[in-house]
């Protein structure tokens, strides 16, 4: 068997699976932090797992969507010691290249300061490249429902009202004052923990459709856990409450118009956000080339299919490389550490010596949900604006119960540069399904055909104005709560005793993480190895009770 990669016998050396958000932070703050070599092995030719850019006729997608914010003060800055912010931004307040006052971001009204210590890097080692910057992007998302627009989260507004009726508006009102009053005690599945929030009313209007799309059965066979991980902190009191602090604030001083804070406002409810010129894919392409330029290594293609157990040890990583290219060779890295983004169904399969039967029965029984985008090229949306300019949106979530698609992104607001052609539209339309559906076997052709027909019937887009379209299908995107997800702790307490492997990473903690919490937890596992810490509870708390993701 091949030994794939040199290695240096002084140096202990870390293998890291996927080359993902979690992936390529590890490797990066170990070659920072320590003395221990990172390897790096990606499956696919793609940089960046979920959060990777996909490049068709020079545009741009991005799968899912990225908001680049965190209400850690520690990913924040990782993200602007990689990419710093574009010179207009970091510049605006200051000459000779410092800013003369903090710089922030807005999030409705509250604000977070990043202070000029903070931001000097960015400003003072500018770039090089002009394009490897952060930008500063307005942030828009609305519900597509009756077809109408409506804002998200829901907001007191006269639109809102009037598209909603009188006869649905007074029957939103008497089911949230009945689910305030009388709230169910014991919230067991997302239905309870939305009703809890919203009545039973509202959450038929603007969540039961799209969640279902989302993950294929009805809300009241997911966990509840799954709401109080995305969206613990929002509700409809807590709508109303911010609109009355944004009324009410209005005339506040002029400093706060250009802030970046994010630490007192829910996650739902941000306005503004940073985001890589080029898209998601770009910022983490940049790092996998800092990886290696700081000694680490990162090798493509490259398929792990068994971990060899030792004791209470992994001992190495075997794979297959070269499968893409017709040269399929079976190859084996020593570990002294592993750091796992795999899909935790794949990582219990691989081991050299199988685990417990229960194990591996909750583990066969943990689900996945699957992604198919369908990019078009248009000449222009049938929709627009009140005062007649282009939508804003960055993306809508499409509630209509008579289409399949879930979500419709549109790139060029997410960046001006994610276009070719700034005279076109380039949007995505966001598809949820298992690999075990029809639609996932659907021919290109025949899911472009779906998609233009979809979205021109909910009357967003005209068929006849569709320029041209691309598909691309992601697997296991989406870890679900359902399941054997109850009983996951199993798996849990079987991993955390590999004294050596630590779990990272949306799937490989079967956890529906955003990026930075993603990053987070390769950043605390570093922390441990650092400081000679063995317990591995600090990682599993992480997107669930720090004070960072949303407010309690």
Request: glycine letters at 6%.
């Amino acid at each position: 068997m091949e030994q794939f990669s040199s290695r240096d016998t002084t140096k202990q050396r870390a293998i890291i699976i996927g080359a993902g958000p979690a992936g390529l932070t590890a490797a990066l703050e170990l070659l920072r932090r320590t003395g221990i070599q990172p390897v790096v092995l990606e499956a696919s030719d793609a940089i960046g797992g979920i959060s990777r850019t996909i490049q068709y006729k020079g545009n741009r997608m991005d799968i899912g969507g990225h908001r680049f914010f965190s209400k850690s003060d520690r990913v924040m800055q990782w993200w602007m010691d990689v990419m710093p912010l574009e010179p207009s931004l970091a510049n605006r307040n200051g000459s000779a290249g410092l800013p003369s006052s903090p710089i922030q971001l807005r999030y409705q009204g509250k604000q977070r300061e990043l202070s000029a210590s903070q931001t000097a890097t960015s400003v003072a080692d500018a770039p090089v490249d002009p394009d490897l910057v952060l930008l500063l992007r307005p942030r828009k998302s609305r519900i597509y429902f009756l077809r109408r627009f409506f804002d998200y989260p829901i907001r007191l507004t006269a639109d809102t009202l009037l598209n909603l009726g009188l006869v649905r508006t007074f029957l939103a009102g008497i089911s949230y004052m009945r689910a305030a009053l009388f709230p169910k005690k014991d919230e067991q599945t997302l239905e309870d923990f939305l009703v809890n929030r919203f009545g039973r009313q509202l959450y038929k209007l603007f969540f039961e459709s799209y969640t279902e799309k989302v993950w294929g059965v009805p809300c009241s066979q997911i966990s509840a856990e799954w709401g109080a991980q995305r969206i613990k902190g929002l509700s409809l009191k807590g709508v109303v409450v911010h609109f009355l602090k944004k009324a009410f604030s209005a005339k506040s001083s002029t400093a706060a118009k250009n802030g970046i804070s994010q630490k007192e406002t829910e996650t739902s409810l941000i306005e503004q956000f940073l985001y890589p010129k080029f898209g998601p894919g770009q910022l983490w392409e940049h790092v996998a080339e800092m990886v290696q330029q700081a000694g680490g290594e990162l090798h493509m293609g490259v398929n792990v299919d068994r971990l060899i157990v030792s004791g209470n040890r992994i001992a190495a990583v075997e794979a297959i490389s070269g499968a893409a290219t017709g040269n399929p060779q079976r190859v084996s890295f020593a570990a002294d550490y592993v750091f796992s983004t795999m899909p935790v169904q794949e990582l219990i399969r691989t081991l050299s010596i199988p685990a417990p039967e229960e194990v591996r029965e909750v583990s066969e029984g943990l689900v996945y949900r699957d992604f198919i985008t369908v990019g078009l090229l248009a000449s222009k949306l049938a929709v627009h604006e009140k005062d007649g300019s282009p939508l804003k949106d960055n993306w809508i979530y499409i509630q209509e119960p008579d289409v399949q698609v879930g979500r419709l992104q549109i790139f060029n607001n997410w960046s001006p540069a994610m276009v070719a052609d700034p005279s076109k539209v380039w949007i995505g339309l966001e598809y949820f399904c298992y690999e075990t559906d029809p639609i996932w076997n659907l021919s290109d052709d025949a899911m472009i055909a779906l998609a233009k027909d979809e979205i021109s019937r909910i009357g967003i887009l005209r068929t006849e104005d569709v320029l041209d379209a691309h598909v691309v299908r992601v697997p296991k995107t989406y870890p679900a709560y359902f399941g054997t997800y109850d009983r996951f702790d199993t798996i849990r307490s079987f991993t955390d005793k590999v004294e050596n492997l630590f779990l990272v990473g949306r799937n490989g903690m079967h956890k529906y993480n955003n990026q930075d919490h993603s990053m987070l937890t390769a950043m605390t596992a570093v922390d441990n190895i650092a400081k000679g810490i063995t317990d591995k509870s600090n990682l599993w708390t992480i997107n669930t009770e720090m004070e960072y993701h949303e407010e309690k």
